[in-house]
């Protein structure tokens, strides 16, 4: 189950979201982040993304100056998510190299 956490920053005033999501295997959380980090946020300011891998999670977290913007990216993030989840379920477990 991912874990969430949202807060303001009240030094930068910026909006932050945090979200990991669990994986069988550090080799599936790499896939989802080579699968999603391609999408580079639309916008040239207001907001920032940053993923990571650690062991078998995978890591989110954003940056906004606005709660809209936020929630744009994050519900676009999750549809992505969702899709790159289905496609490794769909067809199994990597095959080890």
Do not use: C, Y
Request: glycine share 6%; aromatic share 4%; charged share 25%.
């Amino acid at each position: 189950m991912a874990s969430t956490d949202g807060e303001r920053n009240h030094e930068t005033g910026q909006l932050e979201l945090s979200l990991d999501v669990p994986f069988p295997s550090p080799r599936e959380a790499a896939i989802a982040l080579r699968s999603l980090a391609p999408d580079r946020e639309p916008r040239k300011g207001g907001i920032s993304k940053h993923l990571a891998v650690t062991g078998s999670t995978l890591s989110v977290r954003w940056r906004a100056d606005e709660a809209r913007i936020l929630r744009v990216s994050v519900n676009s993030f999750l549809d992505h998510l969702t899709l790159v989840m289905e496609t490794m379920e769909m067809f199994g477990p990597p095959a080890a190299q």
